[in-house]
């Protein structure tokens, strides 16, 4: 059992709580949605998982215990939205790969390692030498997912992850996200303000909204018949759902 | 990493401060070394004699030739200076990265402190110090070195924290790599280059403080020497023997302008943004050379009574490092009254520039040249006039994409609104506020005359963008350009603003042209929509055409690699592979033929012109540009060619 | 911040401004006069204490009678526990009370009073002229350097500004005298009875300063003529001046004085260089003498005073932020 279990958390900036109350579980080697628009709290709820966020209230478990958030193994790895901000502008892909694997091993076998990770996830090993203002975003992306992998987590949390590419770039990321999860069986939970993505990648779909979870279930019920109003105003305001306006 | 710093030196301020900066520091090397004896020389015949043949510079009160003491002052004065930064930057970088690494608590102390400190100028600082640590060499030293830490520590607080808010060290922290590690792994590696210029120009700040300290006598102290001690001396003669106060003078500024010239060029060497070495490379192959123009089909000729937008052959250049750069290349469309029509594109396709062109705001830099560029009939690549001015200020509307950044901060929503009828309208300001109320209520903004008086900051995100439209509507405006006008809002208040625009449309018949990255964004809102590639138009095509009968192959795979609600599950996205080509890089073919599966050698030779195709649908023209358009596309089975490669340079 | 308006209908975005920002400014502003202030003071009594050995022997030299000191030391009540003697301070500079000088054994409040306002209208009028200068300077080459244009002019501009501002302010006082006073002999170069006599130390104390601030002035001018806002003052087709004056100069002198505060406040401590260049009977030639007489209480005094200067520029300086741009009284800091 390696369930990811937020239970009622609460995150608070000084007078602001970004997020109040939340409970939300992410089944292992599923691939839950989280969806709600910006300022909504998902962001910080991720953050939180991973340690980088002050929890106020609740706890987050990984298999029934507390997430470690310090020293290593980190079993909940994390990728982010920005590929020109996540990589270290003075590393080559490969160090940052290595960097998040675990100790040890000989130099041949972090490099094989490395290699093997690269090639996961669709990029030439001989990316491993190149630094990232090398690559394009697509790529960046990719060595993100491989430096999230090589932790060997149990769970992988992805920020808003093809909101910064280009839309000939974003569909070969989701794709490789899908095809991660089913040949390794890997849960994730899935960050998007864009319902058709998560529609796209997710089993199930929770809904977040001035810090609250509004509404969770299976992907084909929360987005087929949403239950609350909110979810059905986000549905509503996916674009090309609507019939043109110039006929209507 | 080399060639960036030659380039420092190949300017010829950079050269002439490096040049400085080595015979500064060979001075102090070997000056004592070869002088140090004929320095000390005392000769009580020739005391405070003025300059001459034997003495280039007088002498002192002890007879001393004082330009060899100058010479020989140079040691003690780089020195004390050195010291004394290496002394500031120290404790900066202690106190500087202490928030990093005791976090949050302990950081806001330390962090509290260095700003209360930093307050109070070096110069204050250095006084206080000297007083404690008594006068002299050592206390001078101290005071100067000690003075100097707040900025450092405010410098480089800054840039961690600049460095810490990036996500590659939130990915390391994750990972499991402590904060120390952290700091000295990716935080200072990052912030290395600022500091080091600016330990350089505090260098020369420095030497230049020792003088000021020893000029009021509280820094060396006699027998010893620096330059401010010499200065201190020569002060008190100089109506006697001024070269005895100019000389050190001279040196002191001379040294002090060496390290601060030679730290300002670096900054500017380096601050270049060359991490994108890509786009520099690519802006070379740019060839400035005009196409034919690629109209020549069934649009020629007058424009019809209802145009309200009439653009041929529209090429944008703009100066890269190594010649123009072509941006636009022979973009030609018309819009009509009522019309919505849309660019989708990637980043780098030209679709903003076209947007800026066809409005005239592109930056004066950059070059406009377009067969016809009409508006209502008026020809906008005509000398701005008056007349002109009005005429785009009152009939042409436009929408940008940040609404944050692209009101003025610093004056009021309605003062910003109603200057566009004070100075097109001739209204009065009572008038023009009176106007500006109800256009904002036009747009649903609530409360419109307490509105008025409000900051743009007080607006949220989706008021901001619709007063950004209700500005457009002072005047009577023919056409609006959105420019990715919903892209930094939240979907349900994109729809608001989809929903505004479209309902402006309907009430008044005023045209839209909205450029948007998103396919399914336009297919929704406009009638008629613009492909762009590299720059050049590569299909126009009815919006309800997009997802059945689009004919290029860019625009089809566009349409399929983009998920929307009844995406088959069960089946890969579709994707491009490679990446978007920028306009810069056009290849001479087809720009597309790179990552194209139905590109042959034609394609790549010869670049398509926008043809019309036969109209299919009865639902208007379609033009595209493509030697295979509407040929079957292989079906791209998913690993399959995904392997990417960094492309070569 | 992040605002976001999620609207059904009927739209219930946030309304209305923050409540009361510029009560909420003040409170927070005072809040940090308050703690500048109280670490200066400590600062300032702590110094004498900091001082290795004992300040009165130091003063009074060592062939001063052992009773001399040890009176001297009583009248100062430096044998008092130091928490009584840092009441006294405190309690001393509420009554306007600074000490005796050592050297002279006037009232230090009376040293202040007379030395004052000579800094004081140094100060003043080598502020206003660096401003003054500096940004019509910095807008106008801001404007001709604007992106694209005038390669040379910045190249220009931005070398002889380095340059200027590199020279210490005592360096130019020195040339100054030399050309004026001993050369031409057209200027006085000592005392500050005449008008005439101001002009060389004010122009050597602003000079350096309005260099580095019209710098920043036409950095941040060039910045906000790339803004979104002025894109949309363009697109509104507002005439140039307009465009200039109304939107990027407000933008661009906030910009800057944010930038440029702490260099206006350095100008109160450059006072001390160029008064010892002109003779100026101020606080700065008074505080280098009392320090090379290890008059202490002199000392603290007068730093203190510098401190309180730099103080109030920094407010001024903030206050003017506050008025130009109403966002500065929201940030949190």
């Not at chain 1, 929770?206 to 979810?231: F, I, K, N, S």
Request: hydrophobic share 50%; proline share 7%.
């Amino acid at each position: 059992m390696s369930d990811l279990r937020f239970d009622d958390v609460t995150v608070r900036y000084g007078r602001t709580t970004a997020v109040d109350g939340v409970s939300l579980t992410v089944p292992e080697g599923e691939v839950v949605g989280l969806v709600g628009e910006s300022g909504s709290g998902k962001s910080t709820l991720a953050r939180a998982a991973v340690g980088l966020a002050p929890l106020s209230g609740g706890r987050i478990t990984l298999g029934g215990a507390p997430v470690p958030t310090r020293g290593r193994p980190r079993p909940l790895q994390m990728v982010f939205q920005d590929p020109y901000s996540s990589l270290d502008p003075r590393m080559t892909a490969g160090e940052s790969v290595a960097e998040a694997m675990p100790p040890g091993g000989s130099r041949a076998e972090r490099r094989a390692e490395v290699e093997r990770l690269l090639e996961l996830v669709h990029l030439d090993p001989v990316c491993a030498g190149s630094v990232p203002s090398r690559l394009s975003g697509g790529q960046r992306q990719r060595v993100a997912l491989a430096r999230a992998l090589a932790a060997r987590p149990r769970v992988v949390i992805a920020d808003e992850i093809t909101s910064a590419l280009d839309v000939s770039v974003q569909g070969a990321v989701l794709n490789l996200v899908r095809e991660l999860q089913r040949e390794l069986g890997l849960t994730i939970l899935f960050i998007s303000h864009n319902l058709a993505v998560v529609r796209y990648v997710a089993s199930h779909v929770a809904v977040m909204r001035h810090g609250r979870l509004v509404e969770q279930g299976p992907a084909a019920r929360v987005l087929t018949e949403p239950a609350h109003d909110y979810t059905r105003e986000l549905l509503a305001a996916v674009p090309g759902r609507t019939t043109p306006r110039s006929q209507s | 990493m080399h060639g960036r710093w030659s380039r420092v030196v190949r300017t010829p301020l950079g050269l002439t401060a490096t040049v400085l900066v080595v015979a500064v520091l060979a001075l102090a090397c070997f000056g004592p070394v070869l002088w140090g004896s004929g320095a000390d020389v005392v000769d009580t015949n020739d005391i405070l004699a003025p300059p001459s043949g034997e003495h280039w510079a007088g002498t002192d009160n002890l007879g001393r030739d004082i330009l060899l003491r100058v010479l020989v002052a140079a040691r003690l004065s780089i020195l004390l200076a050195l010291i004394a930064i290496v002394i500031a930057v120290g404790a900066g970088l202690l106190l500087g990265s202490a928030p990093f690494v005791l976090g949050r608590r302990g950081g806001r102390l330390v962090t509290a402190a260095v700003n209360t400190a930093v307050a109070f100028p070096g110069l204050l600082l250095a006084l206080f110090f000297a007083v404690i640590f008594g006068t002299g060499a050592t206390g001078a030293v101290l005071a100067i070195g000690l003075a100097g830490a707040p900025s450092f520590a405010r410098l480089t607080q800054t840039l961690v924290a600049g460095v810490a808010a990036r996500d590659y060290v939130a990915a390391a922290r994750i990972a499991g790599v402590g904060r120390v590690r952290v700091l000295f792994r990716h935080v200072l590696p990052n912030i290395a280059e600022p500091l080091v210029v600016n330990a350089t120009i505090g260098a020369g700040n420095a030497l230049l403080s020792f003088a000021g300290l020893s000029f009021i006598g509280l820094g060396v102290q006699a027998p010893a020497y620096d330059w401010g001690r010499l200065l201190y001396d020569g002060i008190s003669a100089i109506y006697v023997n001024a070269s005895a106060a100019l000389a050190p003078g001279a040196a002191v500024l001379l040294a002090g302008l060496a390290f601060n010239l030679f730290g300002e060029s670096v900054a500017k060497g380096l601050g270049v943004p060359v991490g994108i070495g890509l786009r520099a490379a690519a802006t070379r192959t740019a060839a400035a050379k005009r196409p034919e123009p690629t109209s020549h089909d069934e649009h020629v000729g007058t424009s019809a009574p209802d145009v309200v937008l009439d653009v041929r052959d529209l090429e944008v250049t703009f100066p890269g490092p190594s010649g123009p750069v072509r941006l636009v290349r022979g973009v030609s469309f018309d819009v009509r009254r009522g019309e919505a029509v849309g660019i989708v594109g990637e980043s780098g396709s030209g679709k903003s520039m076209t947007a800026l062109a066809i409005t005239r705001l592109i930056a004066d830099h950059g070059r406009v040249d377009a067969s016809r560029l009409d508006l209502l009939g008026n020809d906008l690549l005509a000398p701005d006039t008056a007349v002109r001015r009005r005429l785009l200020g009152t009939s042409l509307a436009m929408v940008f994409q940040d609404p944050m950044t692209s009101f003025n901060p610093t004056r009021r929503i309605g003062a910003q609104l109603a200057e566009v009828a004070t100075h097109h309208q001739g209204m009065t300001r009572r008038e023009a506020m009176a106007r500006a109320v109800d256009r904002l209520t036009a747009v649903r903004i609530p409360d419109a005359d307490s509105r008025v008086r409000q900051y743009p900051h007080e607006f949220s995100g989706g008021m901001r963008q619709r007063a950004m439209i209700g500005m457009g509507l002072m005047g009577e405006p023919a056409l609006i350009v959105a420019d990715e006008p919903t892209t930094a809002l939240d979907v349900t208040v994109q729809q608001q603003v989809l929903d505004l625009l479209a309902a402006i449309r309907d009430a008044d018949d005023v045209a839209l042209v909205l450029i948007s990255h998103d396919v399914t964004v336009v297919g929704e809102v406009c009638d008629r929509v613009l492909v762009m590639y590299a720059g050049r138009v590569v299909e126009d095509l009815p919006a309800a055409a997009l997802a059945t009968a689009a004919r290029h192959p860019y625009t089809r795979a566009l349409v399929e690699a983009v998920p929307d609600m009844a995406t088959d599950l069960t089946k890969p996205l579709a994707t491009i592979p490679g990446r978007p080509v920028s306009p810069a890089d056009a290849p001479p073919g087809c720009a597309y033929a790179a990552r194209c599966p139905l590109a042959d050698a034609r394609c790549r030779a010869e670049d398509p012109p926008l043809a019309a195709e036969p109209e299919r649908h009865g639902s208007g023209r379609h033009r595209v540009a493509c030697w295979h358009a509407g040929e079957p596309l292989p079906r791209v089975h998913e690993t399959d060619d995904l392997v990417e490669t960094v492309e070569s340079l | 911040m992040s605002v976001t308006s999620t609207a059904p209908s009927p739209p219930a975005e946030r309304s209305g401004p923050r409540p009361r920002p510029w009560a909420r400014f003040a409170v927070r502003r005072l809040g940090r006069l308050l703690v500048s202030l109280w670490v200066l003071v400590t600062a300032s009594f702590a110094m004498i204490h900091l001082i290795p050995g004992d300040p009165v022997r130091g003063a009074l030299g060592p062939t001063a009678p052992t009773a001399l000191v040890e009176a001297r030391r009583e009248a100062l009540g430096l044998n008092d526990p130091i928490l009584t003697q840092y009441l006294r301070y405190l309690e001393g500079l509420f009554t306007g009370d600074l000490g005796t000088s050592i050297s002279s054994q006037l009232p230090v409040s009376d040293v202040v009073a007379q030395r004052l306002p000579a800094t004081l209208s140094l100060a003043l009028l080598a502020f206003v002229a660096a401003v003054v200068v500096a940004i019509p300077l910095g807008v106008a080459t801001g404007v001709l350097t604007r992106r694209g244009h005038g390669r040379r002019t910045e190249l220009a501009f931005t070398t002889t500004s380095v340059v200027v501002a590199t020279v210490p302010d005592f360096l130019i006082g020195v040339a100054l005298i030399y050309v004026f006073g001993i050369r031409l002999e057209l200027l006085p170069v000592a005392g500050d009875e005449t008008a005439a006599a101001y002009l060389l130390p004010v122009f050597s104390l602003a000079i350096g300063p309005a260099a580095i601030l019209a710098r920043i002035v036409r950095v941040e001018m060039v910045g906000v003529l790339e803004a979104d806002f002025v894109r949309t003052a363009r697109a509104k087709r507002l005439p140039a001046r307009t465009v200039y004056l109304g939107h990027a100069l407000p933008n661009a002198v906030t910009a800057a004085l944010t930038l440029g505060g702490l260099l206006l406040s350095s100008m109160v401590a450059g006072t001390v260089l160029v008064e010892n260049v002109f003779a100026w009977p101020g606080l700065g030639s008074t505080i280098v003498q009392s320090i090379l007489t290890k008059d202490y209480p002199v000392v603290q005094a007068i730093v203190l005073v510098y401190g309180v200067g730099v103080l109030i520029t920094n407010l001024v300086v903030d206050v003017s932020l506050a008025l130009l741009d109403p966002r500065s009284t929201i940030r949190e800091d």
